[in-house]
């Protein structure tokens, strides 16, 4: 197959940066113009010494603040052309319905560390008992047995475990740490944590922010079982997978088509923008394909918006659930070590600046970075301040022109400026909001019963015109210089690669002339047709000019006894 391009486009080498589910752990990575996403995957993998790979993903923020998942099966460099630095986040895409039935412990550790990871950006919601033993299962996890001689006072409150940290709350988890868990094992706290976890009904959600019909705000949380609306603290609608016929958008407005009860309903969403609506829409088709096809061979090419939504169809790469179940053949290897490090004493690591740009080949970079690591430069763990970088919750990030320094998690809602000379934004920029502890809330593991009665006539949408732990890992096979992985240089230095300009979106020639061309050639064919056809007085005397008469004798006729005769031979 003939590819267009550079023949040194083979040299060039682009550098990027991921951040994984501990935040004092990242890995430096490199990839070339061509490489697919799924090459960063594996690689990230191969690093992580993780095989099941089907439920892992890379996120990453473009220029305009919208995540996106890294699609495996399109080039890397075309997907985030536009960022400078690079910055993409490891984590869980699909959350298993039953962690337990996942085949290694070490994919199960990091599923572990994904919502783990969720309980404290609020994304996991819970009422005050359930938090209080998922944090107690985590003191445990961290500190082990309780020593009087260590552990007083109030010793729960130098972890950072949840949102909403309440005394109440640490003196509870204090409680069942010292009464109920002498003894266990930190794997034993994981399974523990999981399998209380998994109960929850915000379980491996990620809200995504919208109005309804009656413009409050609310959350739509997609996950194995379906879609969520999540209204303050409360769960309001669960919109199960047997029950949607299909999903598309129009615009900002996310369109769920339902058969409930035997009866055909519409709801819609309004997302804050219409790139925000995309990606709800695809994470959506993402998760039900995943969850409900038997094989991944039946996913069809699906598109979800209208005529005029260029760019928009994608095809379901990967395995399905199903798949991964019925697959009876373990990993041939024997079970990895896992090293298991208290981590929420410290704080983020530090983010090294990322260009982008391409390298020169020979170039090497540590294949993976850890805070409490000293090098020449010496990178700080310091607080943030406004001539450096902080990150809101779950890794939003905000640089200045002075660069990346320090990388922290607990200033967001603290009321700083955003300096938006340069954003990076981790994956996770949607989140509960208010979220906070009501006694009132039912109990969250508790099924809400779907009432679309409560949506209203004006909430049917009738469409119209108008989001440091690892294992001992091998690195890859690159050569290696005190201690870089190197990429070989066969040609020298690599071409430099031309820079885009980050102050907006690119003009797209398609996008702006194509629905236009359309547009106007279907109103000249119709105006024809209706000039040609009608015998309405008013037209007489215009048809009856030259020009025209000679367009219906030379043009028109000729063309109107051609296609009929096409016509008649398809269908005599």
């Known amino acids: 197959m003939l590819k267009f391009g550079s023949r040194g486009d083979s040299n060039i080498v682009h550098k990027c940066t991921v951040r994984l589910l501990e935040d004092t752990e990242i890995l430096e990575c490199e990839y070339k113009p061509h490489s697919k996403g799924k090459y960063l995957l594996d690689y990230v993998c191969q690093q992580l010494n993780l095989v099941e790979q089907d439920y892992l993903g890379l996120r990453y923020v473009d220029i305009n603040e919208q995540r996106h998942w890294l699609d495996l099966g399109k080039s890397i460099a075309k997907q985030v052309k536009d ?30 560390l994904q919502v783990k990871r969720d309980l404290l950006h609020g994304r996991l919601y819970c009422v005050p008992n359930e938090a209080a033993q998922l944090a107690a299962y985590i003191v445990q996890w961290e500190l082990g047995d309780h020593d009087p001689e260590i552990h007083y006072g109030n010793y729960v409150s130098d972890l950072r475990i949840l949102i909403k940290q309440t005394e109440a709350i640490e003196e509870k988890a204090m409680e069942i740490h010292q009464k109920q868990l002498k003894g266990q094992t930190p794997e034993q706290m994981e399974n523990m944590f999981m399998k209380l976890a998994a109960q929850l009904d915000t379980y491996g959600i990620d809200p995504h922010s919208v109005k309804d019909h009656k413009s409050s705000q609310l959350y739509l949380g997609i996950n194995y079982s379906g879609i969520l609306t999540i209204q303050g603290s409360k769960k309001t609608h669960h919109f199960r997978w047997l029950d949607i016929q299909k999903i598309n958008y129009e615009g900002k407005m996310f369109i769920i088509h339902l058969n409930y009860n035997d009866k055909k309903h519409t709801v819609g969403f309004k997302c804050p923008t219409g790139a925000a609506c995309r990606h709800v829409w695809r994470c959506a088709m993402e998760q039900m394909l995943f969850f409900t096809l038997n094989k991944s061979s039946d996913a069809p090419i699906v598109s979800g918006g209208g005529f005029f939504s260029w760019g928009t169809k994608f095809k379901y790469t990967g395995r399905t659930e199903k798949e991964i179940r019925e697959d009876t053949n373990s990993p041939d290897r024997e079970e990895p070590n896992i090293q298991r490090t208290a981590s929420l004493r410290r704080k983020a690591s530090s983010v090294p600046a990322t260009p982008s740009t391409p390298l020169q080949p020979h170039l090497g970079y540590n294949n993976l970075t850890r805070s409490s690591h000293s090098d020449a430069g010496g990178s700080r763990m310091e607080p943030c301040s406004s001539s450096g970088l902080c990150s809101g919750l779950d890794g939003q990030i905000y640089a200045d022109v002075a660069g990346l320094e320090t990388v922290c998690e607990d200033q967001e809602g603290s009321g700083m400026t955003k300096l938006r000379t340069t954003v990076l934004k981790d994956d996770s920029m949607d989140r509960f909001s208010d979220y906070y502890f009501r006694d009132s809330f039912e109990h969250s593991s508790s099924e809400s019963q779907l009432n679309l009665a409560s949506f209203g006539r004006s909430s049917v949408y009738e469409p119209t015109t108008a989001r440091s732990s690892r294992s001992q890992t091998p690195l890859l096979s690159h050569s290696t210089v005190d201690g870089r992985a190197c990429v070989p240089n066969n040609h020298g230095a690599a071409k430099a690669a031309p820079t885009t300009p980050r102050g907006g979106r690119r003009f797209n020639v398609v996008k702006a002339f194509v629905p236009s061309f359309v547009i106007v050639t279907t109103l000249v064919l119709a105006s024809t047709i209706v000039l040609m056809e009608s015998e309405s007085d008013a037209l007489t005397g215009l048809r009856a000019t030259p020009e025209i008469n000679s367009l219906r004798y030379q043009v028109y006729e000729p063309l109107k006894q051609y296609i009929r005769a096409i016509w008649a031979r398809l269908f005599s």
Do not use: A, G, N, W
């Open 83 to 112: 960022l400078d630095p690079v910055l993409f986040s490891f984590r869980i895409k699909f959350y298993p319905p039953d962690p337990f039935k996942v085949k290694e412990e070490i994919t199960r550790y990091q599923l572990f």
